[in-house]
């Protein structure tokens, strides 16, 4: 349960602010964003020799970690969102002793703004990789490790700067940008409209007390039950969840009362937004293509055709979804040139399985499906990766740069496969009762 709570108390807080908080209006001056640079000195791991750097570079804190026996060759580590606050903070990343211990050296930048702004985030990681030559050596392989928010850095930056990396981890990323928080749209008109609860949109201020309430009552078989008992219409948007992150799959059953139940409302906290976006210059979001289903049969029947004619239908603004390279939102194209090897948690409902399903398509669009790699993990949260499953990845992808040794993959679409994630989960996941994930044989 304490695994549980964990990643209920990190997740929850962080979705509901980079939804809600809309960007500054346009004439406002930017955040007045800081770096306490008494936090940024760290110590040597127990029992390693390593040179540490710290410091401030372009408005961004930073950390480097160069090993005595350095064996030349760099990882940078892109870090995920990390709310709307004006301080900005760098970790060092979730497999530090794994590089330490092999000679790697490492680079984090804290970005020179919070909230989702994908944009400084790929300045400042080019930025620090820069830096890096002249402040220590220029190193022999450089490799760029991305995860959520970094992972959509990661995928932007290799595309924008194609000559500075020669291998990318982006892991649980936002590989398809835009289509992110068109999901989480997609989740909350379309249960407001199977519940028959006229929420509009943006919706009110008491939408996350009084609507959502009403909502579940309609979903649920006896009162105050939802998730884990759902009538036909609950049973419903169960299906279109599914449906919409990704598709029929292990894990996914556990995956619905994680992110329904164990974490609160926390999908329902996702439709809280106005559709605005750092960078934005107005609604991003759009659904007015968008068919709704709740079977795998193409053809609409009564119900789905209801439901289609009654959602609350948003189109974005002529120029919320424009932009080029770094403009707006950037966007992932899936035009790589070096080694990716990705990860994604088949019940991430957070960071959807359908990221990865998109990024795949986006990369065989561009005739680059030889140079990606992707495993999909068995558990319900979101970046919920072992220590083995991170630095198994990473090995296996230095494989491949230097010596063309190409690792095993998932096929991203068979999915329903029973065993689907097994060969590449490392280690069984302990959740309570209903969240219990079957081991692999």
Same mark, same amino acid.
């Given at each position: 349960?304490?695994?549980?709570?964990?990643?209920?108390?990190?997740?929850?807080?962080?979705?509901?602010?980079?939804?809600?908080?809309?960007?500054?209006?346009?004439?406002?001056?930017?955040?007045?964003?800081?770096?306490?640079?008494? *936090?940024?000195?760290?110590? =040597?791991?127990?029992?390693?020799?390593?040179?540490?750097?710290?410091?401030?570079?372009?408005?961004?804190?930073? @950390?480097?970690?160069?090993?005595?026996?350095?064996?030349?060759?760099?990882?940078?580590?892109?870090?995920?969102?990390?709310?709307?606050?004006?301080?900005?903070?760098?970790?060092?990343?979730?497999?530090?002793?794994?590089?330490?211990?092999?000679?790697?050296?490492? =680079?984090?930048?804290?970005?020179? @703004?919070?909230?989702? &702004?994908?944009?400084?985030?790929?300045?400042?990681?080019?930025?620090?990789?820069?830096?890096?030559?002249?402040?220590?050596?220029?190193?022999?392989?450089? /490799?760029?490790?991305?995860?959520?928010?970094?992972?959509?850095?990661?995928?932007? !930056?290799?595309?924008?700067?194609?000559?500075? /990396?020669?291998?990318?981890?982006?892991?649980?990323?936002?590989?398809?940008?835009?289509?992110?928080?068109? /999901?989480?749209?997609?989740?909350?008109?379309? *249960?407001?409209?199977?519940?028959? %609860?006229?929420?509009?949109?943006? %919706?009110?201020?008491?939408?996350?007390? #009084?609507?959502?309430? #009403?909502?579940?009552?309609?979903? #649920?078989?006896?009162?105050?039950?939802?998730?884990?008992?759902?009538? *036909?219409?609950?049973?419903?948007?169960?299906?279109?969840?599914?449906?919409?992150?990704?598709?029929?799959?292990?894990?996914? &059953?556990?995956?619905?009362?994680?992110?329904?139940?164990?974490?609160?409302?926390?999908?329902?906290?996702?439709?809280?937004?106005?559709?605005?976006?750092?960078?934005?210059?107005?609604?991003?979001?759009?659904?007015?293509?968008?068919?709704? $289903?709740? &079977?795998? &049969?193409?053809?609409?029947?009564?119900?789905?055709?209801?439901?289609?004619?009654?959602? !609350?239908?948003? $189109?974005?603004?002529?120029?919320?979804?424009?932009?080029?390279?770094?403009? $707006?939102?950037?966007?992932?194209?899936?035009?790589?040139?070096?080694?990716?090897?990705?990860?994604?948690?088949?019940?991430?409902?957070?960071?959807?399985?359908?990221? $990865?399903?998109?990024?795949?398509? @986006?990369?065989?669009?561009?005739?680059?499906?030889?140079?990606?790699?992707?495993?999909?993990? @068995?558990?319900?949260?979101?970046?919920?990766?072992?220590?083995?499953?991170?630095?198994?990845?990473?090995?296996?992808?230095?494989?491949?740069?230097?010596?063309?040794?190409?690792?095993?993959?998932?096929?991203?679409?068979?999915?329903?496969?029973?065993?689907?994630?097994?060969?590449?989960?490392?280690?069984?996941?302990?959740?309570?009762?209903?969240?219990?994930?079957?081991?692999?044989?």
């Amino acid at each position: 349960m304490q695994r549980v709570l964990a990643i209920v108390a990190a997740l929850t807080m962080a979705a509901v602010t980079m939804v809600v908080a809309p960007p500054p209006a346009a004439s406002a001056p930017p955040p007045d964003y800081f770096v306490d640079e008494s *936090a940024l000195p760290f110590e =040597a791991l127990p029992g390693y020799e390593t040179e540490r750097l710290w410091g401030v570079h372009k408005g961004a804190g930073y @950390r480097i970690e160069v090993p005595a026996d350095w064996n030349g060759d760099l990882v940078v580590w892109a870090h995920g969102f990390r709310g709307t606050g004006l301080e900005l903070t760098v970790d060092n990343g979730p497999i530090r002793e794994h590089l330490i211990a092999n000679g790697y050296a490492w =680079a984090a930048s804290s970005y020179s @703004r919070n909230d989702y &702004d994908v944009k400084a985030g790929v300045q400042d990681t080019h930025a620090i990789t820069t830096f890096f030559n002249g402040a220590v050596a220029k190193p022999d392989h450089t /490799y760029l490790i991305g995860a959520s928010m970094g992972g959509h850095i990661t995928g932007v !930056t290799i595309e924008q700067y194609p000559n500075l /990396y020669d291998g990318a981890m982006p892991v649980c990323g936002v590989m398809a940008d835009l289509e992110l928080f068109d /999901y989480f749209l997609d989740v909350n008109v379309t *249960a407001q409209a199977l519940a028959g %609860v006229d929420s509009g949109f943006p %919706v009110s201020d008491d939408y996350a007390v #009084e609507d959502v309430a #009403e909502i579940k009552a309609a979903f #649920e078989l006896f009162p105050g039950t939802f998730p884990f008992t759902t009538n *036909a219409t609950g049973d419903a948007w169960k299906s279109l969840v599914e449906i919409e992150s990704g598709g029929e799959r292990p894990v996914f &059953d556990q995956a619905f009362l994680f992110w329904n139940g164990f974490a609160g409302d926390f999908l329902f906290g996702l439709g809280q937004g106005d559709g605005t976006l750092v960078g934005s210059p107005g609604v991003a979001i759009d659904n007015m293509d968008a068919v709704y $289903q709740l &079977d795998a &049969d193409p053809a609409l029947d009564q119900l789905e055709i209801d439901l289609n004619a009654s959602v !609350t239908r948003v $189109q974005a603004d002529r120029q919320g979804r424009a932009g080029n390279g770094l403009a $707006q939102v950037p966007k992932v194209s899936g035009n790589i040139g070096i080694p990716v090897l990705s990860m994604h948690t088949l019940g991430d409902l957070f960071v959807p399985f359908i990221m $990865q399903q998109t990024y795949a398509e @986006r990369v065989a669009a561009n005739g680059a499906s030889d140079l990606l790699v992707q495993r999909a993990i @068995r558990d319900v949260g979101h970046c919920s990766f072992s220590g083995s499953e991170w630095t198994q990845g990473f090995d296996d992808l230095v494989n491949w740069v230097e010596n063309g040794v190409k690792p095993a993959g998932d096929d991203m679409f068979a999915t329903a496969d029973p065993l689907y994630g097994c060969d590449h989960t490392i280690g069984d996941r302990f959740y309570p009762g209903p969240l219990s994930i079957p081991p692999c044989p």
